[in-house]
């Protein structure tokens, strides 16, 4: 894990280096949301001329990007292999004279990697997760892909390790850099209208933030849900994020009967002001990497339940920082949620111990500070 120690002074020439960001799609996703906020830090502390492409799709996060003054565009990909989009990006790069690419999962190495040594550039690439990466060939891909990078780096140690022995990355190659988050948008974060939520002040709120996909196990949580209402009238599942499994989830929660008791809220913005907002925060997956809406969530002090899988053991520890379950498991995960429902202390316990923990290891200016030194390290190269 990182420390809050500072790294030392980059020293910076007069001339902004051009840097560009490869991410999948302009959604406020995991990946979407280190890159933003990465361009954002170098932007103010100078030195680089940042832009992020998307292979894929535009999102909400064009909006933000343009009110942040950083130029972004998406490629609207139209298949697997769309070499419209690798030509595209070759020419953004020229035209730009980008020096340094950073690339974020396997599929925009691909493109972006591939573009940035046609281009002339330097390449930097990142692996958020491991459980998409499962296949042999899929690995071998990686591999081959991974020669086209300076450096790899993975956002949680079990991700390093996987990287070094399954996939087969040189171990003088890797380097782990936790996903950090600023710490201050979420200590000050103010709660929302519980009107606003279409939730009464007496409702105990439970929040979700992740992508509606079946392997963030939304579905799972529902049933879980339905559960803990037999007891829990007033509970209340607030689920923040979009995604490809939406219909399917709507549909299940109105077979489970949960019209009154779940809210759909889309793709936000505010995910500050929602987290305040929950008296409670869940990750039901049933696969993951290290995700960032735990860390955001501990940086609220907020009591979390999460399943054990992926990197999620590194980042909550049982019974100090929250609650760890089976994934796939709706009665355990019920009756966590209800343990805390009925134990105000321990959620208070819980929720300042994981405001220490991501103080001392994810604070997300070490998280920048580390970054720019594999740049700088690269770039020097």
Do not use: W
């Given at each position: 894990m990182q420390?809050?120690?500072?790294?030392?002074a980059v020293?910076?020439?007069?001339?902004?280096v051009?840097?560009?960001?490869?991410v999948?799609?302009?959604?406020?996703?995991?990946?979407e949301?280190?890159?933003?906020?990465?361009?954002?830090?170098l932007?103010?502390?100078?030195?680089?001329?940042?832009?992020?492409?998307?292979?894929d799709r535009t999102?909400p996060?064009?909006?933000?990007?343009?009110?942040?003054?950083?130029?972004c565009?998406a490629?609207?990909?139209?298949r697997r292999?769309?070499?419209r989009?690798?030509i595209?990006?070759i020419?953004?790069?020229?035209?730009?004279?980008?020096?340094?690419?950073?690339t974020?999962h396997?599929?925009?190495?691909?493109?972006?990697?591939?573009?940035?040594?046609?281009?002339?550039?330097?390449?930097v690439h990142?692996e958020?997760?491991?459980?998409?990466?499962?296949r042999?060939?899929?690995?071998r891909?990686l591999?081959?892909?991974?020669?086209l990078?300076?450096?790899v780096?993975a956002?949680?140690p079990a991700?390093t390790?996987?990287?070094?022995e399954?996939?087969?990355?040189?171990?003088?190659?890797?380097?782990?850099i936790?996903n950090?988050v600023?710490?201050?948008?979420?200590?000050?974060?103010?709660p929302?209208h519980?009107?606003?939520?279409?939730?009464d002040?007496?409702?105990?709120?439970?929040g979700?933030?992740?992508?509606?996909s079946?392997e963030k196990?939304?579905a799972?949580l529902?049933k879980?849900?339905q559960?803990?209402r037999?007891k829990?009238?007033?509970?209340r599942?607030l689920?923040?994020?979009?995604?490809?499994d939406?219909t399917r989830?709507?549909?299940?929660a109105d077979?489970l009967g949960l019209?009154?008791g779940?809210?759909?809220?889309?793709?936000?913005?505010d995910?500050?002001?929602?987290?305040?907002?929950c008296?409670?925060v869940?990750?039901?997956?049933?696969?993951?990497?290290?995700p960032?809406?735990l860390?955001?969530a501990?940086?609220?002090?907020?009591?979390?339940v999460?399943t054990?899988?992926?990197?999620i053991?590194?980042?909550?520890q049982h019974?100090?920082?929250g609650?760890?379950?089976?994934p796939?498991?709706p009665?355990?995960?019920s009756?966590?949620?209800?343990?805390?429902?009925?134990?105000?202390?321990?959620?208070?316990?819980?929720?300042g111990q994981g405001?220490q923990?991501?103080?001392?290891?994810?604070d997300?200016?070490v998280t920048?500070d580390?970054?720019?030194?594999?740049y700088?390290?690269?770039l020097?190269?």
């Open positions: 420390t809050t120690m500072r790294g030392p020293k910076q020439s007069h001339t902004p051009p840097l560009a960001q490869v999948y799609a302009l959604a406020i996703g995991g990946s949301s280190l890159a933003h906020r990465l361009v954002r830090s932007k103010e502390r100078g030195g680089y001329a940042c832009s992020i492409y998307a292979v999102g996060l064009a909006a933000m990007l343009a009110a942040d003054g950083i130029p565009m490629f609207a990909r139209r292999l769309d070499l989009v690798l595209g990006l020419a953004r790069f020229r035209s730009n004279k980008t020096r340094l690419v950073h974020h396997i599929g925009q190495l691909l493109y972006g990697g591939l573009a940035a040594r046609l281009a002339g550039a330097r390449v990142t958020h997760e491991f459980y998409s990466l499962a042999p060939r899929t690995q891909l591999r081959g892909l991974t020669t990078a300076d450096r780096t956002v949680a991700v390790a996987f990287l070094r399954s996939v087969g990355v040189a171990e003088a190659k890797l380097q782990t936790a950090g600023p710490l201050d948008l979420f200590r000050s974060a103010r929302l519980r009107a606003a939520l279409g939730c002040d007496d409702d105990f709120v439970i979700c933030v992740a992508r509606l079946p196990g939304q799972v529902l879980a849900v559960l803990l037999e829990y009238p007033r509970v599942l689920l923040i994020g979009e995604g490809e939406r989830l709507r549909r299940f077979e019209n009154g779940v809210r759909f809220l889309g793709m936000r913005s995910v500050p002001e929602l987290i305040a907002s008296d409670l869940v990750l039901p997956s049933l696969q993951e990497g290290s960032l809406a860390v955001e501990l940086a609220a002090g907020k009591a979390v999460a054990e899988t992926g990197a053991p590194e980042l909550i019974g100090q920082t609650l760890l379950v089976p796939g498991n009665r355990v995960l009756a966590a949620l209800g343990y805390l429902i009925d134990d105000d202390e321990m959620r208070r316990k819980l929720g405001i923990m991501v103080e001392q290891h994810f997300f200016r920048a580390r970054y720019r030194e594999v700088e390290s690269v020097a190269r």
